[in-house]
């Protein structure tokens, strides 16, 4: 079993930047596929950014590429969500997912692929 726990959430203005931090309280982070997820107000959750487990490629979704950055850093157990020159339409909550995946998984952009689930950070962008 593994806890993730958003963190790095807050209100921002248009054009400033956020770093979100999802830590994992156990198991094996290395190999553990991650992304984030968001769903703002009166929305469906959506997609956000993965990270392969190894690290090895990312993907996002075509709104925030260009302007959001995963990483992951395995010695803190942790994944990262560098967001940079935030848009109103931005604004959600944030969750981490994460999921233990066997060496030769590929990485998911639905949620069915994704096991553990954070309890969400907000992020608010004004103008």
């Known amino acids: 079993q593994v806890q993730l726990v958003e963190s790095g959430g807050g209100l921002v203005q248009a054009g400033g930047s956020l770093n979100l931090s999802c830590a994992a309280s156990?198991?094996?982070?290395?190999?553990?596929?991650m992304a984030w997820f968001r769903q703002a107000p009166g929305m469906e959750r959506e997609f956000v950014a993965a990270?392969?487990?190894?690290?090895?490629?990312?993907y996002y979704t075509d709104s925030v590429k260009g302007r959001f950055t995963i990483s992951r850093d395995n010695a803190k157990n942790t994944v990262y969500l560098q967001m940079n020159r935030l848009k109103f339409d931005d604004t959600a909550v944030y969750y981490c997912a994460a999921k233990l995946v066997p060496v030769y998984a590929i990485l998911s952009v639905t949620e069915a692929g994704y096991d553990y689930w954070g309890q969400g950070t907000q992020v608010t962008v004004s103008s």
């Open positions: 156990s198991g094996t982070f290395s190999r553990y596929r």
């Open positions: 990270i392969h487990w190894n690290g090895d490629s990312t």
